[in-house]
């Protein structure tokens, strides 16, 4: 007897992956792309970039992440969690979040998509076009999100000067990649003129770093390739107490 093929072991459409309402599930994404050149093709569009491939366990593990927030900072529907996401882009990653987050714990979240504009990247969902110390300032987050800040650039030194921010998490390449600055984003570098620093900037903040693991083993990024992915990482940088 050949039992039918489950709907999630099917082959999905590359136009299918076009579609921003679309959550595919991390073995959707590696069948649909065993091929090097298409995959480069598709993350690397001009017109539509993918940075982070957002996948449907990816967000599920993220988003029992942030339940467990939200019953560390004791909110709920009077007072719901303020999840900020800034350089947010097309708005997907905020849009899935609030999604799940709502599905599981309704109307105790609140996630807030938000983007220079800098980018001109095309929103497919709602987001309110405001710098990060402007969308910080406005919403006084208890967390902020930033997906994929841009190489050699860092604003996590802004967000930690905002006293509401009780955690910020970075979603992207780590210590060495293309996110952020290695050492004032990361506090990891191998530059001459940074040999001589010992304590990291978040650290001097007053800020820890937790690498998360669990969360970071299903995330797939565009500097990955078809059989190896590993690059992306979900890190949290929280205040001390």
Not at 133 to 159: G, H, L, R, T
Not at 181 to 202: A, F, H, I, N
Request: charged letters at 30%; aromatic letters at 12%.
């Amino acid at each position: 007897m050949v039992l039918p093929e489950r709907k999630e072991d099917q082959i999905v459409s590359l136009e299918k992956f076009s579609d921003p309402n679309f959550l595919p599930t991390r073995d959707q994404i590696i069948k649909a792309f065993p091929d090097w050149h298409q995959w480069f093709e598709f993350c690397f569009n001009k017109e539509n970039p993918t940075f982070e491939f957002l996948n449907n366990e990816y967000l599920e593990s993220l988003t029992e992440y942030f339940i467990d927030k939200n019953k560390e900072y004791g909110t709920n529907k009077n007072e719901p969690l303020v999840i900020l996401e800034i350089g947010a882009g097309n708005g997907r990653l905020s849009h899935f979040l609030q999604q799940k987050l709502d599905s599981k714990i309704p109307r105790q979240t609140k996630v807030i998509a938000t983007d220079s504009g800098a980018w001109t990247i095309k929103n497919d969902f709602l987001v309110e076009q405001l710098n990060h110390n402007e969308a910080i300032e406005k919403y006084n987050p208890k967390i902020v999100i930033f997906s994929w800040m841009p190489y050699q650039e860092d604003s996590s030194k802004d967000i930690r000067k905002f006293k509401s921010v009780q955690e910020y998490i970075l979603i992207g390449e780590t210590d060495g990649g293309c996110c952020g600055d290695e050492w004032e984003t990361w506090g990891q570098s191998w530059r001459e003129e940074d040999l001589d620093k010992t304590v990291p900037p978040y650290e001097a903040d007053g800020f820890e770093r937790i690498d998360l693991d669990d969360v970071s083993e299903l995330q797939i990024c565009r500097c990955d390739e078809p059989g190896n992915y590993y690059h992306s990482r979900t890190v949290s940088f929280k205040r001390k107490k």
